[in-house]
């Protein structure tokens, strides 16, 4: 018996819903149908993949691998679907590219889009900024082509290209009074029972200011978690406080419009930012296409010589 590719679509679905019934619905394919997709899958595994409860469906460790593995085939063959109709034209297609919160690479986004509209028109370009999302774990399941992360150490699953390096700035309320100011920079020391406004300690950026606080011995006084730039920006304008972010995200964020903007020290606190894509899928024609201008807009954004932003 062979496993088509409707019973692994069907398959994924359910994973996804976590119920038959929703699937059903989603696929347009009547439930008893969609049952009898996965008992064959099921017998032809030779193991369980599904188990069924009165709060939904979830799967078992042999259902989690072949999940990983049917997402993987059914975007190769959904791209070669796409790779053909496209043969006789210019490159088409679809790209999916995440962009980590909270760094300079949210400032690609614009002259990305622009210039794949101008050198690329057919293809389509997804832009994930999400924080609900792991982009690595997305690149390892292959639900997107690449990302532009926070990163310092390897990932298994996936490939690690350092771009740059950037560096954390303090953004303020116009008329707040910060003390210890030597010009325009800020000691870390400084920011001592100070009101911020940071990233959960989920995020990356997170772990990397609370590390260089503790490095300072500096303690300011964390009164809210905000993982939406638009959110934390109206807090700021609003004197509720401070927060620490690359200076290219204010300078290019019309909400923070009239912010105060000063370096850190002693330490400096920055970030490597990594282009990374799956280290076993191999990049479909328009996602090399899309890393090509992705590199040459990173190129000319450290010639131009951002605040904050540094050749690796």
């Known amino acids: 018996m062979s496993v088509d590719f409707k019973k692994l679509k069907s398959f994924v679905k359910i994973i996804d819903t976590g119920s038959v019934s929703r699937a059903a619905s989603i696929l347009r394919v009547a439930q008893p149908a969609l049952s009898q997709q996965i008992a064959s899958l099921e017998q032809h595994f030779k193991h369980q993949l599904l188990i069924r409860s009165n709060v939904g469906i979830t799967p078992t460790e042999a259902g989690l691998v072949l999940y990983r593995h049917a997402q993987i085939m ?27 919160t909270y760094s300079s690479s949210s400032a690609l986004s614009l002259p990305l889009i622009k210039e794949m509209r101008a050198r690329y028109p057919h293809i ?58 030597a010009g325009n920079t800020l000691p870390l020391s400084a920011l001592d029972a100070l009101p911020m406004l940071l990233p959960s300690k989920s995020h990356f950026l997170r772990r990397l200011i609370d590390d260089a606080l503790g490095r300072a011995r500096s303690k300011p006084e964390v009164i809210s978690e905000v993982e939406s730039v638009p959110a934390l920006a109206a807090a700021v304008l609003d004197g509720l406080g401070s927060t620490i972010l690359p200076a290219s995200v204010v300078l290019e964020t019309a909400s923070f419009r009239g912010a105060q903007l000063h370096p850190l020290n002693k330490p400096v606190i920055d970030a490597t930012v990594s282009l990374c894509i799956s280290d076993h899928l191999p990049l479909s024609e328009p996602a090399l296409a899309a890393r090509s201008v992705l590199l040459d807009i990173v190129a000319k954004m450290q010639n131009g010589q951002h605040p904050g932003i540094r050749a690796v």
Do not use: C, W
């Open 74 to 100: 059914l975007k190769q063959i959904e791209q070669t679907q796409t790779d053909i109709e496209q043969s006789s034209r210019s490159v088409s297609g679809r790209v999916s590219i995440g962009l980590a």
């Open 124 to 181: 389509t370009v997804h832009i994930n900024d999400s924080f609900g999302h792991i982009l690595s774990e997305l690149i390892m399941t292959g639900k997107m082509d690449m990302a532009l992360i926070y990163t310092s150490d390897p990932i298994k699953g996936v490939t690690l290209q350092p771009l740059f390096r950037e560096e954390m700035f303090l953004v303020s309320p116009a008329d707040m009074e910060l003390p210890d100011k």
